[in-house]
């Protein structure tokens, strides 16, 4: 082994939309994962300085959604321009949340509405917390309909084959 010299990984991320706000504001995030099984709990490594940050804070909701081959133009973007500057309400097609005020986007193979419930602050970025109140897949929804993004390189990936099923090993290496 060689010791990895960047705190970013060579390893598939999850690649999600966050939506916030009233005029939806849409932004990109490999920082996603979840911590809790009944009620769902997510949480998104996010920097304060983020336009979403001031936006979830604002409304107390936000909705995460999964990024999609139609989507990923549109996921870019969403990660390149920030709402301080500019009108991001028009890079995805809506469809209205039904128990929070975010709305998810329309393509997404799966969206989730959440519920701010905390954040932890580290150094540069922070975690904030929901707790997902309903969750919406597209009808027939595959692995392979989701795109996961690396860190060096810096690319774009989908799912490969499935290899085995969980519990194949029955416990013996
Ligand atoms: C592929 C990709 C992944 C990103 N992941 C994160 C992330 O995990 N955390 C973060 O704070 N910013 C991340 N960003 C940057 C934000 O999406 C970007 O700064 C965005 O413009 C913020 O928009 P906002 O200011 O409207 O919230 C990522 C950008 C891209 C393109």
Redesign the pocket.
Known sequence: MIEWKSSQFPVPYP?VVVVSGNSP?P?????YGQFNEHPPVIGI???KK???YKLIKETGDFTVNFVGRDMLRGA?A???????RAD?SNFFPWTASSTIKAPIIETAPLALEAVYLQEVQFTD?LIILGEVKKIWAKEGVKPQDFIL?TYRPMAYFVLGEKIQDWGFSGGKP
């Open positions: 690649l504001n932004s990109t995030y490999i920082f490594g996010i920097k983020r336009h979403t870019d969403a990660g390149m321009v920030s709402g301080r991001k970025h993004a």
